[in-house]
C-alpha cells in the first residue's frame, strides 16, 4: 500500500498528527520519530496532569481512613477499578487485581493459583512465542510442584502452529498461558480458538494482553479466558501498574500471595483471616495515582476509539511491510499470517544494536535486543532483532523517516 493510499482510507477519527499534540515529549523533542511503544508507550498530557492533579488534590492513603480526604483517594482509586471493569467488559470489578504490571499479574497466578492446584505430572502450555514474563514463572514454580513445561511451535510462516498446539493438548494439560500478540515480532494469535481449545480439554487460560490491550478491542466475557493480563505503561499509562483479571469464581478459591497490610479480615498471632478478592491480592499501600493515571489513560483509549486505533495500526503495520520489504538487504522478521504494530528487522553482518544507534542518530527511536524473548531468537537464529513498534500518534511519515534512516545505517556498514 502506497502512502497516498495509507492516507486516503485512513479512519478519520484517528488523526496522528492532532493526537501527538496531545504528548508533551513531542514538543519537547522536536523530531522524534519514536517507534518503541511495545516496550513503553509515551504520555499524553491527560494522564500527566490528572496524576499531578491527584496529587495537589486528593491524595491520601485509601480504604483505611474516615477523613474526607482518604473516602475521596479511596473513591477515585475504585472508581478507576470499574473503570478497568469497563475496559475489559469484566462481569465485576470484583474481578479486577492492580498489580505493578503484568509481570507481577502472571507471577500472582503462578504462586497462588499454580502453587495451589498444580500437582506433579500436570502440564501448563505455552508457545514459543512467550516473553520472558510468561516462561520464567512457570519455570521456577516447576521446581515445586513438578509441573511439565509444554511448548507450542511455531509454523513456516512465524505465526503459531495451531495443529502442534492442539496436539500437545491433553487432559493433563492443567494450564493454557500465551500472548495475544507475539512483542517480539507482532504475530497475531488466534485467540478464540486457543480458548476454546484449552476449555475443551479442561485447562484453565491465561492470556498475556499486554501488546494487544492498546491495539485490540478485548471483551474477556465474550473471550471466555480465565485471566487475563495488561500493563498500564504500555498503554499510555502510568509505570508501575498493571491489572490481573480472574473469573470471580476462581480468585474465590485463590490463596494470598503476599501479606501485609489492608488485605486482611482480622489478624492475632494464632491465624490471620484475609479478605475477599480483589483486596485479598492487593497487600500494602497500593499504587494509587497508577491507578488513576491508568484510568484516565483507558478513558483516552476509548475516546480515540479502539476500533479505530485497530484500523490504523492494521494499515500502518501494512504500510510498513510493504516499504521495509522493498529495502535490499533488509530482512523482516517473519510474524505469520497476522502481524500488528510490530516491525522487526534483521539486517545480515550488522548487529541490532549497532544499527539502533545509527537509527537514533537520525532522530529515529527504536528498541534492540532480544526483547526479553530469548527463546524465541534462538530459534530463530538470531541474536536480535532491530524492532519498530507503533503507537497512536505515528503515521506513515514516521516510517518515511524508518526506511530512510535504515538506508543511511547500511552505508555506514557496507
Known amino acids: 500500500m502506497s502512502r497516498a493510499a495509507l492516507q486516503a482510507t485512513a479512519k478519520p477519527t484517528l488523526d496522528p498528527a492532532r493526537i501527538k499534540r496531545d504528548f508533551p515529549v513531542f514538543d519537547n523533542n522536536p523530531g522524534l520519530v519514536f517507534l518503541d511503544s511495545a516496550a513503553s508507550a509515551q504520555k499524553p498530557a491527560a494522564v500527566i496532569d490528572g496524576v499531578a492533579e491527584f496529587y495537589r488534590t486528593d491524595y491520601a492513603n485509601v480504604h483505611r481512613g474516615v477523613y474526607r480526604l482518604s473516602a475521596r483517594s479511596s473513591d477515585r482509586y475504585e472508581r478507576a477499578r470499574e473503570t478497568v471493569r469497563r475496559f475489559l467488559n469484566a462481569a465485576s470489578a470484583d474481578e479486577i487485581v492492580f498489580v505493578r504490571g503484568a509481570t507481577e499479574a502472571i507471577n500472582l497466578v503462578a504462586y497462588s493459583w499454580g502453587m495451589t492446584f498444580l500437582k506433579p505430572g500436570d502440564e501448563v502450555l505455552i508457545t514459543e512465542l512467550e516473553h520472558h514474563a510468561n516462561i520464567v514463572p512457570w519455570q521456577l514454580i516447576r521446581e515445586r510442584t513438578g509441573l511439565k513445561l509444554v511448548v507450542a511451535p511455531l509454523d513456516a510462516s512465524g505465526g503459531l502452529d495451531l495443529a502442534a498446539f492442539e496436539a500437545r493438548l491433553s487432559s493433563r494439560t492443567k494450564l493454557v498461558a500465551v500472548t495475544q500478540l507475539a512483542n517480539a515480532t507482532g504475530a497475531m494469535l488466534p485467540i478464540e480458538a486457543i480458548v476454546r481449545l484449552a476449555h475443551k480439554h479442561g485447562a484453565k487460560i491465561l492470556v498475556d494482553g499486554c501488546q494487544a490491550a492498546p491495539r485490540l478491542p478485548v471483551d474477556v466475557c465474550a473471550l471466555d479466558c480465565d485471566f487475563y493480563v495488561f500493563s498500564g505503561h504500555k498503554i499510555y499509562g502510568p509505570t508501575g501498574i498493571g491489572v490481573l483479571y480472574a473469573k470471580s469464581a476462581i480468585l474465590e478459591t485463590m490463596p494470598p500471595w503476599q501479606g501485609g497490610g489492608d488485605m ?38 476509548e475516546a480515540l476509539g479502539r476500533d479505530a486505533i485497530f484500523a490504523h495500526e492494521e494499515e500502518l503495520t501494512g504500510y510498513g511491510v510493504d516499504k521495509l520489504s522493498r529495502l535490499p538487504g533488509i530482512r523482516l522478521v517473519p510474524a505469520g499470517q497476522r502481524r500488528l504494530g510490530i516491525l522487526s528487522v534483521d539486517v545480515q553482518g550488522v548487529h541490532p544494536h549497532d544499527l539502533a544507534t545509527v537509527l537514533d542518530q537520525h532522530h529515529v527511536a527504536v528498541r534492540a535486543g532480544h526483547h526479553c524473548a530469548q527463546p524465541l531468537m534462538d530459534r530463530l537464529g538470531l541474536v536480535g532483532t532491530t524492532r519498530a513498534s507503533l503507537g497512536i500518534y505515528n503515521d506513515a511519515r514516521d516510517i518515511d523517516a524508518l526506511a530512510a534512516a535504515l538506508t543511511e545505517a547500511q552505508k555506514l556498514f557496507a
Open 264 to 301: 486482611i479480615e482480622q489478624v492475632t498471632f494464632e491465624k490471620t483471616t484475609f479478605q475477599k478478592p480483589p483486596h485479598r491480592f492487593e497487600a500494602g499501600t497500593p499504587d494509587i495515582s497508577g491507578a488513576i493515571g491508568l484510568a484516565i489513560a483507558l478513558d483516552y483509549v
